[in-house]
């Protein structure tokens, strides 16, 4: 799987759920949606990327969730 292409996917969903008040709401709904629309090989090359690289170039929305969400992604 191409990063660049997942990381631009991944922050497409983080710019619409930012814009929820309730940001535990955000994360939640961010990762709900990956957990259903992404396949299996796409979730874990991104929590691949986020391990190997930090995260960079992803919103910090969508950084914060794959961390403290990272079981409810797989």
């Known amino acids: 799987m191409n990063p660049g292409n997942l990381i631009k996917m991944a922050n497409q969903i983080g ?3 930012e814009t929820m008040p309730d940001r535990e709401q955000a ?4 990762a709900s949606h990956i957990k259903r629309f992404w ?5 874990r090359s991104l ?11 992803l ?6 969730t ?3 969400h990272r079981a409810a992604v797989l």
Request: proline share 3%; hydrophobic share 40%.
């Open 27 to 30: 994360q939640s709904d961010i």
């Open 39 to 43: 396949e299996p090989r796409m979730r």
């Open 15 to 17: 710019s619409f759920f």
């Open 59 to 64: 919103m910090e929305i969508v950084l914060e």
């Open 47 to 57: 929590l691949q990327y986020v391990d190997q690289h930090d995260g960079v170039d």
């Open 66 to 68: 794959l961390r403290s």
